[in-house]
């Protein structure tokens, strides 16, 4: 700021002498000018999509489940994601039964997470013997832990299944969330179908 | 322009000739800005802030130095710095200190700011401005976190992504553009080492000025909540006020050269601070197939996130209840026919939304609610008194009971989730929100005792 302020400062024009064709080109200028800034910000936005490389990592994977010994499960990685395989056992298979009346939504009616056709059924399975469904629970993205047998975890209380460690979400041996939960879905069932009687395909389901 | 003599000679003359804004900007804000003479120990901490800020500046320049933005090389160039950098542990741990440093500063300023009503007309601004960096802070502790590539910061990042995948309708694929990717990856880390290097600090310290210069045009509140500009000399000068420079500069050093001791105590003797300043799981590579047993936020985002976890669908009824309660206080005791008509439309689409929208989704909006809630206090906050010194005891106490349930809702956000633990933080959480919701009515009532005229000083 200046101590010598001139007197003869800027006056602003009365409203009579307003150039009103001037005031208009300005205006027309100012949304041209708009919207080239929005059409320049597109790109930038656009960046933070998945990338092509991104898109092209969701390849399916092929898994040879005859290994799996009775009872456990394994993890593969498909997209990143931890993809659960579980070979139950009977009595495991009862625990799902029995577990009707507690879970959430025992039919697997939500769409949030669709459920594929071919697993829309108690088991959540094709083949009642194998699970097999994304190991990220529906709250906030966390990996449960299990399965825990029954009565060897406090929050599954006599129910076995699986417990995620961030808040406190249960799941039965379908990966059904059990009733008044933070999550508010079943655990997802990826994509997949069986090649042959030991291979199974995660991330594709198409039937030709 | 006509030429000036400077009042100024030597070298100092020759540029304030052709420079005259820095002498004069050197006035207004630092030798001639007169601040009330009454400050207590409370108003050390904008200036500890500061101080905090240009540690994290620079040790973060130092590290971006050998750090490498790569998921597969992330983790192993931060124990790089910590073993093979000459001082690299030093400067590492001055950084991670000085992030819950910074929290504790920021969250006293805050406090000193609650109870002398530092935000009351006409500092609404300021304390707006105030918010915003805030809000900028968590966004800058967030986006560095995920840096190290540990298990907590991987984990962590999954969480709160994940949180706006509960936003109906767009979320899940909001949820993927900000991630870039369909899982946390390289693509997510790249982008958050660019917010937390650059875009936030960027922002961070335009606000930090707008802060300042917004509180030195107002001048500074105090202990007694009074105007000092009320009472001035035949020189325009506040006669309770004393130049910034070099009163409170001196002042500032001192409280800073005490601040530094304990900062620096931590950063040799408990950098990690018993796992809340560094968790332990962080020092685990991030596994994206492997959850830890036990994930929590570092310990300044716990209380805002045992609010997202005490959203249950048990409490739900008691949103309901709250809500309707809130309604019905409205319209009994604001007779607006905007009001009265508004409030019970708001009501019952509220109340239609917390059945119909998952739990999750309003476990976020509460998280949100509670950190914006705080933009609102100099319209909330009511009373005839600024300062809790002239204001009824029980106000006080009332704020503190706030406080406690602050710091517990933080203490059960770092505990493992159990069905007891919920109850409480469900209590808390209600008690958090009814402090601010009913604060337009408590902060009127009781006796206030008289506010002096000008302030209450005893030299020493």
């Known amino acids: 700021m200046s101590t010598s302020t001139s007197a003869t400062g800027g006056q602003a024009p009365d409203s009579a002498s307003v150039d009103k064709e001037r005031r208009t080109t300005i205006m027309v200028a100012a949304a041209v000018g708009g919207a080239g800034v929005v059409a320049a910000a597109a790109p930038f936005v656009a960046s933070f999509a998945p990338s092509e490389r991104a898109k092209a990592a969701g390849a399916p994977v092929e898994v040879d489940i005859s290994s799996i010994p009775a009872g456990e499960k394994i993890v593969v990685e498909w997209r990143g994601l931890p993809v659960w395989i579980l070979r139950r056992t009977p009595e495991m298979l009862q625990s799902v039964k029995k577990a009707d009346p507690e879970v959430a939504d025992p039919n697997s009616q939500r769409t949030q997470y669709p459920t594929p056709e071919y697993a829309r059924n108690e088991y959540r399975s094709i083949k009642p013997e194998f699970l097999i469904t994304v190991g990220v629970c529906t709250h906030l993205g966390c990996s449960p832990t299990g399965p825990y047998a029954a009565g060897s975890s406090a929050q599954l209380g006599n129910d076995p299944g699986f417990v995620c460690p961030c808040h406190g979400s249960t799941f039965d041996l379908a990966g059904r969330v059990f009733k008044n939960k933070p999550a508010p879905d079943n655990l997802a069932v990826p994509p997949h179908k069986y090649l042959s009687d030991t291979v199974v395909l995660i991330g594709d389901d198409s039937k030709a | ?460």
């Open chain 2, 1 to 460: 322009m006509a030429e000036q003599k400077s009042q100024y000679t030597g070298v100092l003359g020759w540029v304030d000739e052709r420079m005259p804004t820095l002498m004069a900007e050197y006035k207004k804000h630092l030798s001639e800005y007169y601040a009330p003479k009454n400050f207590n120990i409370w108003y050390i901490f904008g200036g500890l802030a500061i101080t905090v800020l240009v540690i994290q500046i620079v040790t973060g320049i130092f590290l971006v130095m050998n750090y490498k933005p790569d998921a597969s090389l992330a983790f192993a160039s931060v124990e790089y710095i910590m073993r093979d950098v000459p001082g690299g542990w030093f400067i590492r741990y001055m950084h991670s200190t000085g992030a819950s440093a910074f929290f504790i500063v920021v969250y006293l300023h805050m406090f000193r700011g609650l109870m002398y009503g530092s935000y009351r007309k006409p500092r609404e601004l300021v304390w707006v401005f105030g918010c915003l960096i805030f809000l900028c802070l968590m966004g800058e502790a967030f986006f560095g976190y995920l840096l190290p590539w540990g298990q907590m910061s991987y984990w962590g990042a999954q969480v709160i992504v994940n949180l706006f995948g509960a936003i109906p309708l767009i979320g899940p694929d909001l949820a993927v553009f900000i991630r870039g990717d369909y899982v946390i990856g390289d693509a997510t880390l790249n982008r958050f080492f660019a917010f937390h290097v650059i875009a936030i600090p960027l922002v961070l310290l335009g606000l930090i000025v707008a802060h300042i210069l917004a509180l030195h045009d107002v001048g500074s509140n105090n202990p007694d909540g009074v105007e000092i500009k009320k009472h001035k000399d035949a020189a325009g000068r506040p006669l309770d006020g004393i130049p910034f420079h070099p009163y409170y500069t001196v002042h500032d050093i001192f409280w800073t050269a005490i601040f530094l001791m304990l900062f620096f105590a931590v950063v040799f003797f408990a950098p990690e601070m018993g796992g809340y300043f560094l968790e332990w799981n962080n020092f685990i590579p991030a596994d994206p197939l492997t959850t830890p047993n036990h994930i929590a936020p570092v310990w300044y985002f716990t209380p805002f996130y045992s609010i997202l976890r005490a959203t249950t669908e048990q409490f739900m009824i008691w949103m309901a209840v709250g809500t309707i309660g809130m309604a019905a206080l409205l319209i009994l005791t604001i007779s607006h026919t905007l009001v009265r008509a508004v409030v019970p439309v708001a009501t019952i689409l509220l109340l239609l939304g917390y059945f119909t929208l998952d739990p999750k989704f309003w476990g976020v909006v509460l998280m949100g609610v509670s950190v914006l809630i705080f933009f609102g206090l100099p319209w909330l906050d009511q009373s005839p008194a600024r300062s809790m010194r002239y204001r009824p005891g029980w106000h006080f106490a009332l704020m503190m009971v706030w406080v406690v349930a602050f710091l517990w809702l933080g203490y059960l956000g770092t505990q493992p989730p159990t069905p007891a633990g919920t109850l409480v933080s469900q209590v808390l959480t209600l008690v958090y929100f009814g402090f601010f919701a009913l604060m337009p009515w408590w902060s009127r009532m009781g006796t206030f005792k008289p506010v002096p005229d000008r302030i209450t000083f005893v030299a020493h």
